[in-house]
């Protein structure tokens, strides 16, 4: 498995301005990816995370609302851009170890409120 | 593209009781499937996962076969307690879009009365 950690753990913010998320893990990963989980809803994938290259995005997301960077193997951030309410989430970030395994491991979240 | 379905809560149970949560997959491919849990507060955590066809995976009590021929993965426990209450989402692996992401269930919102 793998130790993930995320900063912030929560935070508020005004309309309007943007918040960077943080994602380190305790040793080096193939694979990086953010989700979003709104209220009382499911997991939705935003991107992969590519080293050394632009994120992969899933349909109805994009760049300049979610900029992505994963400069090496045990880190990336998430910035959400130009903030509005239907922002609010839990941010997550994921990674899968690599060496054939598929499993999916979870960082605690950023709990992100808009006002 | 991918696509999970699983059955809504909340579910309520009795302590020691017999649960099922029904989950079923539509995907391109072989992919893997997983049954992931997020307790109350806490993180998304990985309960149990199956690779192929006929599969059993199993963890804290926990049961599901891949069944290939229905597209199924249902998550079984004998005799539920009061500590398994929490929100059970059902996974598979492959996004449709061609990524390594993961494609989630709604999640089924589990609570055990003592």
């Known amino acids: 498995s793998a130790v993930i950690s995320q900063k912030p753990s929560r935070d508020i913010c005004q309309r309007g301005t943007s918040l960077t998320i943080q994602c380190q893990v305790d040793?080096?990963?193939?694979?990086m990816f953010w989700y979003r989980q709104q209220p009382g809803q499911s997991l939705t994938l935003i991107a992969t995370?590519?080293?050394?290259?632009?994120?992969?995005?899933e349909s109805g997301f994009v760049i300049d609302k979610f900029p992505i960077s994963r400069p090496n193997l045990t880190f990336s951030t998430l910035t959400v851009s130009n903030m509005s309410p239907e922002d609010s989430s839990i941010y997550l970030c994921?990674?899968?170890?690599?060496?054939?395994?598929?499993?999916?491991?979870f960082g605690p979240g950023t709990r992100l409120l808009v006002l | 593209g991918n696509s999970v379905t699983q059955m809504e809560g909340p579910v309520t149970l009795s302590e020691e009781a017999f649960l099922t949560i029904n989950c079923t997959y539509t995907?391109?491919?072989?992919?893997?499937l997983f049954w992931y849990v997020q307790y109350p507060g806490e993180g998304l955590q990985l309960l149990l996962k199956?690779?192929?066809?006929?599969d059993k995976g199993s963890n804290k009590g926990f049961e599901a076969t891949y069944r290939k021929e229905t597209t199924s993965f249902h998550l079984e426990k004998g005799s539920v307690q009061v500590s398994d209450s929490a929100v059970y989402f059902c996974?598979?692996?492959?996004?449709?879009?061609?990524?390594?992401?993961?494609?989630f269930g709604k999640g089924t919102h589990l609570i055990i009365q003592p």
């Open positions: 199956a690779t192929k066809a006929d």
């Open positions: 995370a590519n080293q050394g290259s632009e994120a992969t995005y």
């Open positions: 995907a391109t491919g072989y992919p893997s």
């Open positions: 040793s080096q990963v193939t694979m």
């Open positions: 994921s990674v899968r170890i690599g060496g054939g395994q598929e499993t999916q491991y």
């Open positions: 996974a598979l692996s492959g996004s449709g879009g061609g990524a390594d992401g993961l494609t």
